[in-house]
């Protein structure tokens, strides 16, 4: 699928192992270790950073693995030009308990009336900083949307970061598991609205 912005046509496709050098790039630029790899990381808080400051390669090798297997792990927007210029991070909700542990989302309600095997979550979003604003972090949503519902998932959920409520707005670093207001316009709708971290949900079935 692919979505029209000012700069042209942006492709948004299945993440897979032909997109893999491209990825690594963008997420590079980013200047983090991280390769989208934290909530798959089994070790506390200081054994994280230390992997990615000493041996960030460790990060990247977990990542290329996941694009090469057969479970769906993200979307990627491409540029007309097939330069990687956007990703969007999805995990089943099973596979990463690290998320849901977290002391703000630890046993909600609300995660206990969906199978957690039939949900994936959106687990990073990242846009190219130069083509921020052109409608790629959208045509991203809905494709991931559309490749959920391929994959069989009975729903997509999101755990955006919410402005407190003295600020206009958050940094473009407080941003990486999606903006709320995008998942809104998209069909998700909050199913646990604690300030600064509601969790919303999209039904696919």
Known sequence: MSSSSPGGAYRCERAS???AD???SLLESTGSGCFCNYWYFQGDKNAWLEQC???PEENRVAL???LAAPALCGVVALAPDGAVVGWLGLSSAAAIPKL???RVYKSLPCFQDVARESVLAVACFLVAEAERGRGVARALLESAIVEARKAGAMALEAFPRRAPEDAQKLR???VWLGPEALLEKCG???VSDFRPYPVLRLHLR
């Open 17 to 19: 192992s032909a997109h």
């Open 64 to 66: 290329v693995a996941r």
């Open 188 to 190: 998700f709708r909050a």
């Open 22 to 24: 491209g990825l690594l």
């Open 53 to 55: 400051f000493l041996r």
């Open 100 to 102: 849901y542990e977290q």
């Open 172 to 174: 473009p670093d407080e």
